[in-house]
């Protein structure tokens, strides 16, 4: 399904698809939580047309195109991490439009050192925010136009990591940074100790073993097929692991740990 689409950045020409996709969808999607005259006064926000204008230039403003060169989908965020807007097509729900834009998001967010993403959310889309982890902070009246609507600041914190002082598992993750070890219910113990979880994995422990190394690094074929589509879905997690297999061959396990400690504590020092 994500391949029917692609993300790119917005441009000016498309001011008024925009605008007409940004009205539509809430006069059709959004009505169903809230009142016709609510949606009418929403809506009318989309009218200044040198706003989204000022949007495209000043926010990171991506939209989702589909096959025929439409645009189905757009969503924006500032540089201080406020996610100003997400809006899918009302002919294009439910069609994962929504994640792929979000996903989008969060990488541009990590690479750019946002540790914290808040939006202000409608009844509408309050449980898609829910499901990918954005918590309600409180519940709101925000003047749209002429009315307040209801809606909720909701806020996900990108990336917690904890000091970590164990073993490297073979696939090179630091585990102070892994969303199972630091999540607060059921954590993972960390490779050090969860031995179940990291000596069963064929992927890396296992195939390690086989070949007689304790890191991939070590792999004459490094970095393979597999461990490259590993890698990738890492990143968002503040994690490239082929930097980590090659920080692990020069330094070693325990450099290694000690400057992604280090990191951790000035990280702290500077957030308090």
């Known amino acids: 399904m994500k391949t029917d689409f692609i993300i790119r950045a917005a441009q000016h020409s498309e001011i008024i698809e925009l605008r007409d996709l940004y009205k539509n969808t809430v006069l059709q999607v959004n009505r169903h939580d809230y009142s016709q005259e609510e949606v009418e006064d929403w809506a009318s926000c989309g009218d200044d047309l040198s706003r989204i204008g ?3 230039e000043t926010h990171y403003f991506i939209v ?9 989908g757009f969503s924006s965020i500032t540089p201080q991490g406020y996610l100003h807007s997400m809006f899918v097509h009302k002919d294009f729900q439910d069609r994962g439009i929504a994640t792929i834009l979000l996903e989008e998001i969060e990488r541009y967010a990590i690479a750019a050192g946002i540790k914290r993403i808040t939006s202000e959310v409608s009844l509408t889309a309050r449980p898609f925010f829910k499901k990918y982890g954005y918590v309600v902070e409180k519940e709101q009246k925000r003047q749209a136009n002429k009315l307040s609507l209801t809606n909720f600041w909701m806020a996900k914190t990108l990336s917690v990591i904890k000091p970590y002082y164990g073993r490297i598992p073979a696939c090179g993750v630091f585990c102070g940074g892994c969303p199972i070890y630091t999540r607060e219910e059921k954590p993972c113990p960390g490779a050090e100790k969860n ?7 064929k992927t890396f422990h296992l195939c390690c073993i086989e070949k007689g190394i304790t890191h991939c690094y070590q792999c004459n074929i490094f970095p393979c097929t597999k461990f490259k589509g590993f890698a990738k879905r890492w990143l968002k997690y503040e994690q490239n692991f082929i930097e980590n297999q090659n920080l692990l061959k020069r330094i070693g396990e325990m450099k290694f740990l000690e400057i992604f400690n280090d990191k951790i504590n000035h990280e702290y020092s500077t957030t308090k």
């Open 64 to 72: 989702a195109v589909n096959r025929q060169s439409q645009i189905v």
């Open 195 to 201: 031995k179940t979880r990291c000596e069963k994995c």
């Open 54 to 56: 000022k949007m495209i």
